[in-house]
């Protein structure tokens, strides 16, 4: 008895240490390299020439839905796997490739952390080209959410450790809605129904508008619905330079719609161009509506982005990361 007693004590001290290790270890990991949108795909130049890695390309270089100008979703490096050194190991996005016959059966395996923070791997292997393609084929969505979701928890728990206290507390009290904004963003205008929240730069500015109105019924959350509400909103508050001016959506360029659950809510999303009308500035914004059950109202959260001299989706991004954060207060 004494023994046995012993040797779960010795178990739990051991698992304790194991765990603290691995806090530790976790701990003293160098900060992830590399740029906002970057992946280095670890293939090497045979199969990159190839199919295997236009696979890659096409699916990671799509142009980002919603922008002025063709940006890819993600900026790619290749990096053969002899040529795979350590600097290259503290990237933030890695996919790792291995094809070969001591492969013995294709598979994929996701790794964080590993050898920097926070850090995303993606192990791909697989005994042959044939076999590595159906893989692929079968799992690039999953690998294009897995990137996207890295990027995006990545500023998000950023803003989380710097964030702008007094704007979100404001935010909260006036409308019931809780965003995650990080520092440097500033409260501009409050009405009965429309919040203005914004980040200034003297090239480059990054708004968020808070809106919210009754619900009447699942009409509200049609394309046209919600292109007319924003339409009606930014009319009456978010006026331009000139008189008569103000923003509105470029509907030459229609915008994307989709629908989908986020945190258990039906959320409708927009994601397109606006523009001032009789202006000439414009950019990209992306939109997300929710149905607030307890107050009988639809809220909406958008981001946009005015930056004329740079490209736009990493800025989109960061937005995307706040609009995300949404929950209700009250």
């Known amino acids: 008895m004494k023994y046995s007693r012993l040797f779960v004590i010795i178990l739990v001290m051991l698992t304790a240490f194991s765990?603290?290790?691995?806090?530790?270890?976790?701990?003293?990991?160098?900060?992830?390299?590399?740029?906002?949108?970057?992946v280095i795909v670890v293939m090497d130049k045979s199969y990159w020439d190839g199919t295997a890695g236009l696979a890659f390309k096409n699916l990671l270089t799509e142009d980002t839905p919603g922008l002025p100008q063709s940006e890819p979703l993600f900026n790619l490096v290749n990096i053969s796997r002899k040529a795979f050194s350590e600097l290259f190991?503290?990237?933030?996005?890695?996919i790792m490739t291995n094809i070969s016959n001591t492969v013995e059966k294709p598979g994929i395996q996701v790794e964080y952390d590993k050898w920097a923070k926070p850090q995303i791997v993606i192990n791909i292997v697989a005994p042959n080209r044939d076999?590595?393609?159906?893989?692929?084929?079968?799992n690039s969505q999953k690998i294009l959410g897995l990137l996207l979701k890295a990027e995006k928890d990545r500023i998000s728990d950023n803003y989380k450790t710097y964030s702008e206290h007094k704007v979100i507390s404001r935010l909260e009290k006036s409308a019931g809605v809780h965003l995650t904004i990080p520092k440097g963003y500033t409260y501009d205008l409050d009405t009965n129904n429309f919040i203005w929240i914004s980040h200034e730069t003297p090239e480059i500015s990054q708004g968020i508008f808070v809106y919210y109105y009754d619900y009447v019924d699942t009409a509200a959350f049609t394309v046209n619905a919600l292109i007319d509400k924003r339409n009606e909103l930014l009319k009456n508050y978010v006026g331009g330079a000139n008189d008569g001016t103000f923003m509105?959506?470029?509907?030459?360029?229609?915008?994307?719609?989709?629908s989908y659950i986020l945190k258990g809510k039906y959320t409708a999303e927009l994601r397109g161009l606006w523009k001032v009308k009789g202006d000439f500035m414009g950019g990209p914004f992306v939109s997300i509506s929710q149905l607030d059950k307890k107050n009988n109202r639809i809220v909406t959260v958008e981001g946009y982005v005015y930056a004329?001299?740079?490209?736009?989706r990493n800025y989109i991004r960061q937005l995307e990361a706040i609009l995300y954060s949404i929950t209700f207060t009250k």
Not at 19 to 38: D, F, M, T
Not at 249 to 254: A, G, H, R
Request: hydrophobic letters at 30%.
């Open 89 to 94: 190991r503290i990237h933030r996005n890695i």
């Open 248 to 258: 509105t959506t470029e509907m030459q360029v229609f915008p994307n719609y989709r």
């Open 308 to 312: 004329p001299k740079f490209n736009k």
């Open 131 to 138: 076999s590595f393609m159906k893989l692929f084929d079968n």
């Open 19 to 38: 765990c603290n290790q691995g806090k530790v270890r976790k701990n003293l990991l160098p900060g992830v390299s590399g740029s906002a949108g970057e």
